[in-house]
């Protein structure tokens, strides 16, 4: 079982950065996947970058050039760094791991991005 904890959302005008941290409880971080997603209000989750153990990452076309996926595994915690944000940034982002059938989500981090 991992418990997963964001944080780092918050309220920024549009083209500033914010940074989300994602900490993952117990042992063997290194061996999850992680992925950050978001959810708009009346929309569906959607995928925003993924990360591999190996630090290999990816990006939805939405995210590619703007955020910046990364993690630390001696800290048990992967980031998601977003610069020039956007006001259809705004959702709740979530981090999720994953390791073969598994999935853990957070409970989420509101990002607010004001025109």
């Known amino acids: 079982q991992v418990q997963l904890v964001e944080s780092g959302g918050g309220l920024v005008q549009s083209g500033g950065s914010l940074r989300l941290s994602c900490v993952a409880s117990?042992?063997?971080?290194?061996?999850?996947?992680m992925y950050w997603y978001r959810q708009a209000s009346g929309k569906q989750r959607e995928l925003v970058a993924s990360?591999?153990?190996?630090?290999?990452?990816n990006y939805a076309d939405s995210a590619k050039a703007r955020f910046a996926i990364s993690r630390d595994n001696a800290e048990n915690t992967v980031y998601l760094q977003m610069n020039n944000l956007k006001p259809e940034d705004t959702a709740v982002y979530y981090c999720?791991?994953?390791?073969?059938?598994?999935?853990?989500w957070g409970q989420g981090t509101q990002v607010t991005v004001s025109s």
């Open positions: 990360i591999t153990t190996s630090g290999s990452a």
């Open positions: 117990g042992n063997f971080f290194s061996i999850y996947k």
């Open positions: 999720k791991a994953h390791y073969y059938n598994y999935d853990y």
